[in-house]
């Protein structure tokens, strides 16, 4: 499947070049909207770890935001490997490197976004075992994103999976303590079709 998924997304870069529809989204608009959920998961957001962060366009997006941070960027695909690192490369504290088996460590959070859409044959062992993944290297807690099961209309292209039952996986089998955003719309008027999970290791205060 990563070969096909190369594929796909080299075809989209060759197609629309460099941004937000060589990763899949419909418009930088949409995508700058997701970055933004996956920022709230704290204030002061402190070091990144971006998993399938495409051209690294969530580091630009953090930064037009004021944020400061260390932040890494791991993608399957070369051509965007080497395309994020070249539009980083007078940024000294960011960098992109091509996906391995293990996630680089030391980071506050690994966040996720886009990741799990595109469906394949495994879609739950495979977004589990990538959560799993970044749980382990993280040191304060995971963010991300997916289709939600709560629509009334099914791309067969994409995974859709139910809220509630990956809020369980959090809580369960990653012993964290996860927060579920169920109400952001992409768009103004738009309908919530995709949710966001924050997971920290650590109960957060009551006034956080």
């Known amino acids: 499947m990563s070969k096909d998924l190369i594929e796909h997304y080299r075809s989209l870069l060759q197609t629309h070049?460099?941004?937000?529809?060589?990763?899949q989204w419909a418009d930088a608009e949409?995508?700058?909207?997701?970055?933004?959920v996956l920022s709230q998961i704290a204030d002061p957001l402190g070091s990144v770890l971006d998993v399938g962060c495409g051209l690294g366009q969530m580091c630009f997006d953090l930064r037009a935001r004021g944020w400061g941070?260390?932040?890494?960027?791991v993608d399957i695909v070369p051509d965007f490997v080497d395309l994020a690192n070249k539009a980083l490369e007078h940024?000294?504290?960011a960098d992109v490197s091509l996906a391995a088996d293990r996630l680089p460590e030391g980071f506050d959070y690994a966040l996720l976004s886009g990741v799990f859409n595109n469906a394949q044959d495994d879609n739950w062992g495979f977004a589990?075992?990538?959560l799993r993944r970044m749980w382990?290297?993280?040191t304060v807690g995971i963010g991300f994103n997916a289709m939600t099961s709560h629509v009334d209309y099914?791309?067969?292209g994409l995974w859709y999976v139910d809220p509630l039952k990956m809020f369980d996986f959090c809580k369960r089998e990653l012993?964290?303590?996860p927060v579920l955003r169920h109400d952001y719309a992409l768009r103004p008027g738009g309908f919530p079709f995709e949710f966001a999970i924050y997971v920290y290791k650590s109960p957060r205060p009551a006034s956080a």
């Open 17 to 23: 070049g460099p941004g937000a529809k060589a990763v």
């Open 128 to 130: 589990t075992d990538m």
């Open 154 to 156: 099914f791309d067969p």
């Open 91 to 93: 940024d000294p504290l």
């Open 30 to 36: 949409t995508q700058t909207a997701r970055f933004s």
């Open 69 to 73: 941070g260390r932040y890494h960027g």
């Open 175 to 177: 012993g964290g303590h």
């Open 136 to 138: 382990e290297v993280s």
